[in-house]
């Protein structure tokens, strides 16, 4: 632990000292099933294992990207400028929050939202602004314009949401960005797009070239199964995405992840088939739950969220005794990936012990 060690010989920044460094959570027992991760539980494709297996070992990647960010400025329509590749979309976030925001910035989003937002913003020096989200789970996003000062740099905007697996409405989105000023990078966060079927949520794809403010991330990580290789990218303006670039460590994309990434773009139909089988296993999840009287939000992504406030630790070591290792977010909730089909008996069984031995978690008093 960090806080025990002896204080450091040289001088180090001291908000960073004080930022705890990322913590995986705890491996899984053999017999447990890891839904702490919101991964992908299907084995990658035969085409992606051969083309992981094609790619370079002794050779630095291609820096730029090309084939891969080619086809992707194809797929959104917009020109290969407009496309940045990076090694997972977090690496684009830290870019992007470096290169808009320094000491004396704010970087505004909604929390509980993505753990890693924080950190990202400290490392940067720049000042996180927090806004609480709705007592539905949902993000406050009139609350986040008028948040908004002569300071803020950065607006991140995250739908569906981790952890409560919620969504901005299209609606909800064009009224926020009417409202911000158009010198406040908006980065709209679509890790789980694939996931959504509410044809009312916002898709950032169809707002490209409409606001010189806004860049959308994605990942390959989640839908597309590709987690170990770290590849994801962002779409908006080229001179924003230059800023990114000039930050980024070179060479960070691996040649397996680059090759790995396209393969799963020329299977994607066998891929969105898999997240149909996903989708009907989460909503499967979400309607068994409302019938145990769980206030669990309606989710548009891979994981559901349950609101267990202070019995969290609690109800986390139900899930635990049942196999299931999910990510408890100390005094908030726990967030259960959907994963394997063998893992949804588990979750419905905990739930509903939970319920049972903390019945106050089906009535949260926030
Ligand atoms: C909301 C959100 N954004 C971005 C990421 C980053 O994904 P990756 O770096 O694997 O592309 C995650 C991963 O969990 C996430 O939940």
Request: glycine share 6%; with cysteine; net charge negative.
């Amino acid at each position: 632990m960090t806080d025990s060690l002896p204080e450091p010989a040289v001088r180090l920044r001291p908000e960073i000292l004080a930022t705890a460094p990322y913590r995986q959570g705890k491996p899984a027992p053999a017999d447990a099933f890891k839904l702490s991760s919101n991964e992908n539980p299907f084995d990658p494709l035969p085409a992606v294992v051969e083309a992981v297996a094609a790619a370079a070992v002794n050779r630095y990647p291609d820096a730029a990207a090309t084939l891969l960010t080619e086809r992707l400025a194809e797929r959104f329509g917009v020109s290969r400028g407009e496309v940045h590749v990076g090694s997972g979309s977090v690496s684009i976030l830290a870019q992007l929050i470096q290169a808009a925001a320094g000491p004396g910035d704010e970087v505004l989003y909604s929390w509980r939202s993505f753990e890693a937002y924080p950190g990202l913003v400290t490392v940067a020096g720049a000042t996180s602004v927090m806004v609480p989200n709705l007592p539905d789970h949902r993000h406050d996003l009139t609350a986040m314009a008028e948040a908004v000062t002569d300071r803020t740099r950065v607006a991140i905007v995250c739908t569906p949401n981790n952890p409560t697996g919620t969504i901005v409405t299209g609606e909800e989105f064009a009224a926020f960005m009417a409202a911000v000023p158009k010198d406040v990078l908006v980065l709209l966060d679509e890790a789980y797009v694939e996931f959504v079927t509410d044809p009312a949520a916002v898709n950032g794809a169809e707002l490209l070239g409409r606001y010189p403010n806004l860049v959308i991330l994605r990942t390959f990580s989640k839908a597309f199964g590709l987690a170990g290789l770290r590849v994801g990218y962002a779409v908006g303006p080229e001179r924003i995405l230059d800023a990114a670039r000039a930050t980024a460590i070179p060479l960070s994309v691996i040649d397996a992840a680059q090759r790995a990434a396209l393969a799963a773009l020329d299977h994607e139909s066998e891929i969105m088939d898999r997240v149909a089988i996903i989708v009907s296993r989460r909503d499967e999840i979400f309607e068994r739950l409302q019938g145990q009287g769980w206030p669990v939000p309606r989710s548009e992504s891979n994981f559901l969220w349950f609101p267990t406030g202070p019995d969290t630790a609690a109800a986390n070591e139900i899930f635990l005794a049942h196999g299931v290792v999910a990510r408890a977010l100390a005094a908030d909730g726990i967030r259960v990936s959907v994963g394997e089909a063998e893992a949804i008996e588990r979750i419905l069984a905990a739930s509903e012990e939970i319920a049972r031995a903390l019945p106050s978690v089906l009535a949260p008093s926030a």
